[in-house]
């Protein structure tokens, strides 16, 4: 399995020295021992000591206090594994719905604005600016990308607003919470729908995409510089692109 990771990393264009976010879903693993751990460690090895690299760690339990050191995620078995080494290897960004696990060199979180989840300075935009590339593991856009809410922020697409949200964020002492108004492009009307895998249409043909198959599941690849470069564009144009 090793070497077929190897493959499907090459295929991606996922390069040892470049910065990745990565959204997975472990399905394809299904018969490893462990699977989440298995891409980790396969990630640690596969890219240059010190390469960034991070992992989301959302809570979208809509909780108001945010422990960054304690909280579980509402994410899948690969954000709760890397969970269990952020502490000791890596760092949460503060951000308190939309947080990430950084590994690697990230000395540079600390100038998130953790009071928004999206937007300029966000957790989203760090990673765009540090040319990271996003990796949709055996995920596809519709269920792995939260990039694309970012980019929908970004070109103020009408079927969300601005709401600000009351959250106190612990962190090493319980007894000093930091309240927050956290700003947070919500979509207004839950009943309407939208399909962000239609974003292929739009980068099929982009210089750093890449996609191939594992095990009968796909996964996706591309520069986020390039990602917002192509989508923003186009929402800037068409805002309801994603509608269905």
């Not at 960054?68 to 994410?75: F, H």
């Not at 998130?112 to 055996?138: A, E, P, T």
């Not at 995920?139 to 070109?155: D, R």
């Amino acid at each position: 399995i090793i070497d077929d990771l190897e493959n499907h990393f090459t295929q991606l264009k996922i390069k040892n020295d470049q910065p990745i976010v990565i959204h997975s879903s472990l399905y394809s693993l299904y018969k490893e021992l462990r699977p989440e751990r298995l891409l980790f460690d396969f990630i640690i090895k596969y890219l240059r000591n010190d390469t960034p690299f991070c992992i989301p760690t959302y809570c979208l339990d809509g909780n108001t206090t945010y422990n960054l050191l304690q909280d579980r995620t509402t994410l899948g078995l690969f954000s709760h594994y890397a969970l269990k080494y952020c502490p000791d290897f890596g760092k949460r960004s503060r951000t308190p719905i939309h947080n990430h696990c950084f590994f690697g060199n990230n000395y540079g979180i600390d100038s998130i604005n953790y009071k928004r989840s999206f937007g300029c300075n966000s957790d989203f935009d760090y990673m765009k600016n540090n040319n990271y590339r996003l990796l949709l593991f055996c995920i596809s856009f519709q269920k792995g990308c939260a990039f694309l809410h970012h980019l929908e922020e970004m070109a103020r697409v009408p079927y969300r607003e601005n709401l600000l949200l009351d959250r106190y964020i612990m962190d090493t002492n319980p007894n000093n919470l930091e309240h927050i108004k956290l700003q947070y492009y919500a979509r207004k009307v839950n009943s309407l729908t939208t399909n962000f895998n239609k974003v292929l249409d739009l980068i099929e043909n982009a210089s750093s995409f890449s996609m191939a198959s594992l095990n009968g599941f796909n996964s996706y690849s591309i520069d986020l510089r390039e990602l917002e470069e192509v989508v923003l564009a186009h929402l800037l144009l068409k805002p309801l692109f994603f509608v269905d």
